[in-house]
């Protein structure tokens, strides 16, 4: 359990800026509430009214008493300024029912057996539930409008936790000590969504699916607590421009999966540990991909699309290329425990590995690039399973340790395959700059330059075993 506190107990449309119901002398909307066989029923009286709920625990915690009020005094509960549920009948479950509007519904410090269920429809909503609240499960559901739903400051579920927004421009904040002791899962329709992750913790599976939009998926950088995944992580976005960062302090016990949908996409998973595998899949257009300080027990797969793409493992070269908000500093390098496969279908794709921090990679290693003028470079990387690099028709050009940032070494303790495509190639191994060879072959490589006119420089390797030299022709 986490023991973290976050002393701002306000509600969600309070602390986020969101524009508070305003005070009105006379109420302006009714709700009609109604407690039958232990489930607190909540329905509005009026169609498209903009009701403002309050839920909090009243009288003894055995009693499992709650009162209804709302602090603006614009929201009638049957009639009167406030509602209460009556003595010796104890709620075990809550189901709210808003008829659109711009509704307000805060369910502070609620403690049930049961589950709540927060219908608000369509209109510009809020939904907070904070403040110790500890429940069965829970659903929140949005229509079309621009929602807002938060889970902050030491909230309990034991079981799942569902949130539906539907379209518009919605946000979901989880974070400040939210535990979810079931499944979690969180879906939005069109338009710009944004999710924010900390001090969370799932033991169910996680299901995250973002409509077409330009849709954000990180941590909150206000809490740095441990974010963490027992089960299965997948995130899906829709098409345009897509965010998926995800910094330290996050661990999934089952793997990650993340598809990018159509767009300008940028995932940046920076230093963290998975106890499973991890799979990215970029869709149509660009996509920038990077990784670094990580720990992967299973294997990495990263399929990028048609476009300029990019993929980053430990390698400083990425602040050339790219935006300075999407860089990241690799400060211990990467280990894989599995295999790493590299897809691309784009053009001018670049493939960073290594540079910045040393890579290891205990199983086989795939690289595929489509055609056009590919960058491939690997740096002071081990690779102790077989590597095969196919380039597709283009202008390729592979180097392997050909830069000095770490003054390193590759080393391939297993078979190296390279085979480039129709066009003008060029592989480089060593950087020759250092007085040990760079780059270090147990098993002599195969290399297969295609064809057209290719440029081999063999500047600074070695082999371990068999000191057979390379035969440039073969290239």
């Known amino acids: 359990m986490f023991k973290r506190r976050n002393r701002n107990t306000k509600p969600l449309a309070r602390r986020l800026g969101i524009e508070a119901l305003e005070s009105r002398a006379t109420p302006v909307a009714n709700v009609l509430a109604s407690l ?90 809020a939904v907070s539930v904070f403040n110790g609240t500890h429940v069965g499960s829970l659903k929140i559901i949005g229509g079309v409008g621009d929602d807002a739903v938060g889970l902050f400051n030491n909230v309990t579920v034991d079981h799942d936790t569902s949130i539906a927004l539907g379209n518009g421009a919605n946000a979901a904040y989880l974070h400040f000590n939210v535990n979810v002791g079931g499944k979690l899962a969180i879906n939005a329709g069109y338009g710009d969504d944004k999710v924010e992750l900390g001090q969370l913790e799932v033991v169910g599976t996680t299901s995250i699916n973002l409509g077409a939009g330009n849709n954000a998926l990180t941590n909150d950088s206000s809490d740095a607590g441990l974010t963490k995944f027992d089960s299965a992580f997948k995130a899906t976005f829709g098409a345009e421009q897509d965010t998926f960062a995800l910094a330290p302090n996050t661990k999934f016990g089952a793997g990650l999966t993340a598809q990018l949908g159509a767009g300008v996409n940028t995932a940046t998973l920076y230093a963290f540990n998975v106890a499973g595998s991890v799979n990215i ?189 390379l035969d440039p022709m073969s290239w």
Not at 89 to 99: R, S, Y
């Open 36 to 125: 039958s066989n232990g489930v607190l029923t909540l329905n509005s009286a009026t169609l498209g009214g903009n009701e403002a709920v309050r839920l909090r625990m009243v009288g003894p915690a055995s009693d499992h008493r709650i009162i209804l009020d709302d602090p603006s005094f614009s929201t009638f509960f049957n009639g009167g300024s406030n509602w209460t549920t009556p003595t010796g009948q104890p709620v075990t479950a809550i189901h709210i029912n808003l008829k659109g509007g711009n509704d307000q519904v805060d369910i502070n410090g609620v403690q049930l057996a049961g589950g709540i269920v927060v219908n608000v429809g369509d209109g510009q909503n």
């Open 281 to 469: 899949k970029g869709g149509a257009d660009e996509d920038d991909v990077h990784l670094a300080d990580l720990k992967i027990d299973g294997s990495v797969t990263v399929g990028l699309g048609a476009g300029d793409n990019l993929l980053a493992l430990d390698d400083v070269s990425e602040s050339l290329f790219v935006d300075p908000s999407n860089q990241i500093v690799s400060n211990v390098g990467s280990v894989i425990h599995g295999n790493l496969k590299v897809t691309s279908t784009g053009i001018g794709e670049r493939i960073e590995i290594g540079d910045e921090q040393p890579v290891h990679i205990f199983g086989t290693t795939a690289i595929t690039t489509g055609a056009g003028g590919a960058l491939i470079n690997i740096d002071d990387t081990t690779f102790d399973g077989a590597v095969a690099i196919n380039t597709g028709a283009g202008f390729d050009q592979i180097d392997i340790d050909l830069k000095s940032t770490l003054h390193g070494f590759t080393h391939f303790h297993s078979l190296l395959t390279i085979h480039a495509g129709t066009g003008i190639d060029a592989l480089f191994l060593g950087d020759n700059q250092t007085a040990d060879s760079t780059v270090y072959f147990d098993v002599k490589p195969l290399l297969d330059g295609g064809a057209d006119t290719d440029a081999f420089h063999g500047l600074d390797y070695d082999f371990k075993g068999a000191n057979t030299p």
